[in-house]
């Protein structure tokens, strides 16, 4: 199925190309989508559809970080219905669990994801649709998003912003907004701040209006729920660059003992250690592309114990060494 998700915040981005000076309908419109679907955000755009236009963007302006300045005109309002759930969550933990558990109904190709490391959390956002261009713009927006919701909702900024792609020329725009350096050639997009705030309770949160609104949320949308293959693929992309990608760990993730996951698994047609073979080869690429990563420390980060072996792993998956690869993406025509 090819991916979707609401336009949501990209909603903005008509009115970013104005101030940009560009004819934002006449630049949608080039990339074959009608404008009219990009002026209310409960609409749907195909990930293939909005990394075209983001590139296109990115070529007219000539700004490489034209995904920042959209996502930053974003909040929990962007979010429609969710966004207001969030808005009555119990407790920031609470609130960030209502985006990554539903974001399955109007996102197919991506997964946001909550993870808890050596007393950090990790509020991250992670691509995972093969035909996606552009994953670098989308990403930056998403972070650019989740500070501001961080922001409406407990009142604090993240301690570290995590940035998987290279620098650009000016890093200027980053700091400004994020109010501090972005980490860039990280091995995730996603936001840091302490574990110990997720029990935070959100401001003016309403505990009679949440219950309506988890009602509402659950009959909004006609969803079509995802096979078990597809859940375990969501959550590999999020745990992969953790040590923690474990099938006991998805299990729990999915809330299912580990011999059910397996047995579910089989029933489709694929096993648990190709599918996490199948997450390593689609992040190792997005690292290797869109990152000056030491290929050593992509291995490290999805959990090899050395480069020899990820490098051994990687030919059978592409046919290449992860170095030859990178260098023939580098002169790929974009």
Not at 216 to 244: G, I, K, M, N
Request: charged letters at 20%; one cysteine or more; a neutral charge.
């Amino acid at each position: 199925m090819e991916g979707q998700q609401r336009v949501g915040v990209v909603v903005e981005l008509p009115q970013v190309l104005r101030e940009m000076g560009q004819d934002p309908e006449q630049l949608i419109a080039s990339v074959g989508i009608n404008p009219d679907r990009l002026r209310s955000s409960e609409n749907s755009i195909s990930f293939v559809e909005l990394g075209s236009l983001l590139q296109a963007c990115v070529t007219a302006t000539g700004c490489q970080h034209f995904g920042l300045l959209v996502g930053q005109r974003g909040a929990t309002a962007s979010l429609g219905l969710v966004g207001r759930l969030m808005r009555n969550a119990p407790t920031l933990k609470a609130a960030i669990l209502d985006l990554c558990t539903n974001q399955r109904r109007y996102v197919r190709g991506a997964v946001a994801y909550l993870l808890v490391q050596n007393e950090m959390a990790f509020w991250g956002y992670a691509v995972h649709h093969p035909a996606m261009r552009s994953v670098e713009q989308l990403s930056e927006g998403a972070m650019a998003v989740a500070r501001n919701m961080l922001l409406e909702l407990a009142g604090v900024l993240p301690e570290q912003i995590l940035i998987a792609r290279r620098a650009p020329d000016d890093i200027a725009p980053y700091n400004r907004f994020f109010g501090c350096a972005p980490t860039f050639d990280a091995q995730q997009y996603a936001v840091s701040f302490p574990a110990s705030l997720l029990a935070r309770p959100i401001r003016c949160a309403d505990r009679d209006l949440r219950r309506i609104l988890e009602k509402c949320v659950a009959d909004y949308w006609a969803v079509t729920q995802p096979s078990t293959a597809e859940a375990v693929v969501r959550a590999l992309h999020a745990r992969v660059v953790f040590p923690d990608a474990s099938l006991e760990a998805v299990a729990d993730e999915l809330v299912m003992h580990p011999r059910t996951l397996n047995r579910r698994l089989q029933a489709e047609g694929v096993n648990f250690r190709d599918l996490v073979n199948e997450a390593r080869f689609s992040v190792s690429r997005q690292l290797l592309s869109g990152t000056k990563m030491d290929v050593t420390d992509i291995a490290l980060a999805l959990g090899y114990a050395n480069s020899s072996s990820f490098t051994h792993a990687f030919q059978r998956w592409s046919g290449m060494a992860p170095s030859e690869w990178r260098r023939q993406d580098e002169v790929a025509p974009a």
